[in-house]
């Protein structure tokens, strides 16, 4: 038996930025994010209401990139709930099979619900990892661009 | 949009509370009427019981939508259910594998999922919170895994619940399975046994 | 008479000790490290995740280490593997169509959007051994361009669409369940989910020569390679805490998209018709050969006769996994005495008839 997750058409701007955030902080490569977390001068005491896990997703395609959904094949992912002193919960839902990576991104999920945190994390934290992803996918789309194919005619005749 | 609706912790030992669960059913499932129970060791959210909290915990997925009866379709409960168990919520009780309802509100059997021929498990096993189970008499249980005859109380079940339930025995292999539910209590009935009522003379 | 025979304790550890220490090799040599397989046989690690349906390169790389380089047996390891782990959820269906490429090229048209990009490929070396690489200690430099490629280049088939000459893949409603065979037995006739996932961790030797055959006729249906493409996406997960979907990762994945002739039918107009692959990570070959068999299986769906090998949809699914077929091939070094022994038992019995026979009969031989 399978089960769906209707995505909301509409989802609030609060919730947009949230999404934005959390995938930073999933497809940050985690030395950078352990280091940038460092450097941070003050951070919250949080709880782990659900201990770092580690489990699978079972991701989909679609039959000819736009039609009827089909199960590819799994892939490993880490998740982990944290809760700060002041009621927020955090999530991490991390690719792969690091543990501390899943609850760093819990944690700092948790901390930019607080608005009082948010500008301050974004500046030093989010904005950074969001720019070195940025980077290293502009520096394997432009080896990819070093071998588009330039065609040029051969005039026959004159 | 900081989230504070607080979820309420699951087992306190989460590995060896999930195969207390797991072994609580699967003993109750083996032998029909015989009460058993298991808890989560915390207390679950208004108006999950103590074993009901447990079997989901034990047993509901990602892969087991659940059925909840509007009595139990409040936020604390359905944000636990999500949390800690990640299933789906869904409307349908006929595309449920597990449901949870009160005895006075359990809708007709044949609204769940019964299965097929083919797939008989594919059937909904339905959680029935009730007023109270003892072994004092009531109900006549037989069939597989009671030696003769078995002797259960259950308060709190809706009128017509036990010609129902011969209705359900009737389509075996198909049919539903009940998990009764009072506190920390569990009795289980799976499709197979029959059950007497008391004669009204 | 059964007679139960135990014993061979010691020499099967004995067995696991000599593999282990010939694993190793020459400890004069250094040892392999994961990294080193993950950077240096990265194709070893993608088909050992296509195949072992996990990804996960550090957990494939250690797969291929364990199996001392035998990639079926290292998919066997990941498959069981992960058995061990619970299943979070479903994620969305990737987006192809927004993919960070890194290769794409078509053979249907020349100038398309995008252009063609080689990326990295075997197709243009000669295929000489290259004893530079014998030698060791290579930092080969790749170039980089100016501007990176247009993440949201067009797919042909898409292209295609505008003019309405290929057949549109349109998604079906989102309550439609979706077939998983790692939690439901195939049920036939399947349905094309049912065969994309098991084509997608199918072996790709038996895909290939399945492949293969529809070109040279067994069910051919002419195709083209509309496009390939290699890249990452993002993989979005709605967590029923959260309610809402979150990327968790990004994954590199080869699409193949082949489009073939279809001379139409009483409810169709003539026009191109289609077959999918899609693997994890780079493996091109594997993609091809999954578009070409998806397309033959498709012949029912087109009104073409089920003649061939690659359109038989139950032989193809039920012999595409190589750890079953591994398996079963393989059971048969498990000991079989006493099956034999009453084989041997029939044969004696049958010869004595057959020799008693001759004699009350001869053959008369030509020679005599």
């Not at chain 1, 994390?121 to 661009?145: F, M, N, W, Y």
């Not at chain 3, 399947?190 to 065969?195: Q, T």
Request: hydrophobic share 40%.
């Amino acid at each position: 038996m399978s089960n769906e997750h209707p995505v909301p058409s509409e989802q609030t701007a609060e919730q947009q930025s949230r999404r934005r955030w959390m995938s930073v902080l999933s497809k940050a490569d985690f030395p950078d994010l352990d280091a940038l977390w460092g450097n941070l001068p003050s951070k919250p005491a949080w709880t782990v209401v659900r201990p770092p896990e580690i489990g699978m997703v079972m991701v989909r395609g679609r039959a000819g990139g736009s039609g009827g959904r089909f199960n590819l094949g799994e892939m490993t992912v880490t998740r982990c709930a944290v809760q700060l002193d002041d009621g927020a919960l955090g999530f991490g839902y991390v690719m792969g099979r690091n543990k501390p990576h899943a609850e760093l991104a819990a944690v700092v999920d948790a901390m930019m619900q607080t608005p009082s945190r948010r500008d301050t994390l974004e500046r030093v934290l989010i904005a950074p990892l969001s720019l070195r992803h940025d980077a290293r996918t502009d520096q394997r789309g432009r080896k990819a661009a070093s071998t588009k194919v330039e065609f040029f005619t051969v005039v026959r005749g004159s | 949009m900081t989230q504070t609706v607080g979820i309420r912790p699951g087992f306190s030992d989460p590995v060896m509370g999930a195969q207390r669960s797991f072994r609580a059913v699967l003993d109750a499932m083996s032998r029909p009427g015989v009460i058993r129970s298991t808890s989560t060791g915390n207390p679950p959210p208004v108006p999950l019981s103590e074993a009901t909290a447990a079997i989901c915990l034990g047993l509901v997925d990602h892969d087991t939508p659940l059925w909840l009866a509007p009595a139990f379709d409040r936020p604390e409960v359905t944000a636990f259910l999500r949390f800690h168990c990640g299933c789906a919520i869904i409307d349908r009780p006929a595309d449920a594998a597990f449901a949870i309802t009160t005895g006075a509100d359990l809708p007709p059997l044949g609204d769940f999922a019964l299965g097929d021929d083919a797939y008989p498990e594919h059937s909904t096993t339905v959680i029935v919170q009730v007023d109270g189970l003892g072994t004092d008499g009531g109900l006549t249980l037989s069939g597989p895994g009671i030696e003769t005859t078995h002797r259960l109380t259950v308060e709190g079940v809706r009128a017509g619940l036990w010609d129902d339930w011969a209705a359900n025995r009737e389509l075996f292999p198909r049919g539903v399975d009940l998990i009764l539910v009072h506190g920390a209590k569990l009795a289980a009935l799976p499709r197979t046994v029959a059950v007497d009522t008391p004669k009204e003379d | 008479m059964y007679v139960a025979v135990k014993g061979g304790e010691q020499a099967i550890e004995n067995s696991q000790k000599l593999l282990a220490e010939e694993r190793r090799g020459d400890t004069g040599v250094p040892e392999l490290s994961l990294d080193q397989i993950r950077e240096q046989m990265a194709l070893a690690v993608d088909r050992v995740m296509t195949e072992g349906s996990l990804y996960d390169p550090e957990l494939a790389a250690l797969a291929i280490k364990q199996a001392c380089g035998d990639l079926q047996e290292a998919i066997f390891l990941l498959r069981a593997y992960r058995t061990t782990l619970p299943r979070f959820g479903v994620s969305e269906p990737i987006d192809t169509g927004h993919m960070a490429i890194r290769r794409r090229i078509s053979a249907t048209y020349k100038d398309l959007p995008g252009g063609q990009v080689l990326g990295p490929s075997f197709d243009y070396t000669h295929r000489l051994l290259d004893f530079a690489l014998a030698a060791g200690d290579t930092r080969p430099v790749a170039d980089i361009a100016e501007q990176a490629v247009d993440s949201g280049m067009p797919r042909v088939t898409d292209i295609l669409n505008h003019e309405g000459l290929v057949e549109v893949e349109e998604p079906e409603s989102d309550d439609t369940p979706v077939f998983d065979l790692t939690r439901e037995s195939p049920r036939y006739p399947a349905d094309r989910p049912a065969r994309l996932q098991n084509l997608a961790r199918g072996d790709e030797g038996f895909l290939l020569a399945l492949g293969y055959s529809t070109q040279r006729g067994f069910g051919n249906n002419h195709p083209f390679a509309g496009e390939i493409r290699l890249g990452e996406v993002a993989v979005e997960f709605a967590p029923e805490e959260l309610g809402f979907p979150i990327e968790i990762g990004e994954i590199t994945v080869t699409e193949c998209q082949m489009i073939n002739q279809f001379k139409g039918s009483a409810s169709q107009p003539p026009q191109f018709t289609r077959g999918y692959g899609l693997t994890f990570g780079h493996c091109e070959r594997k993609a091809m050969s999954m578009a070409l068999v998806d397309r033959a299986l498709r012949a029912e769906e087109f009104g073409e006769p089920v003649e061939a090998p690659a359109q038989d949809e139950e032989f193809v699914m039920a012999h595409s996994d190589n750890v079953e077929a591994s398996g079963f091939v393989q059971h048969l070094k498990l000991p079989h005495y006493v099956d034999f022994q009453a084989e041997l038992v029939t044969v004696r019995a049958l010869r004595k008839q057959a020799f008693a026979a001759a004699e009350v009969n001869p053959v008369s031989d030509a020679a005599e």
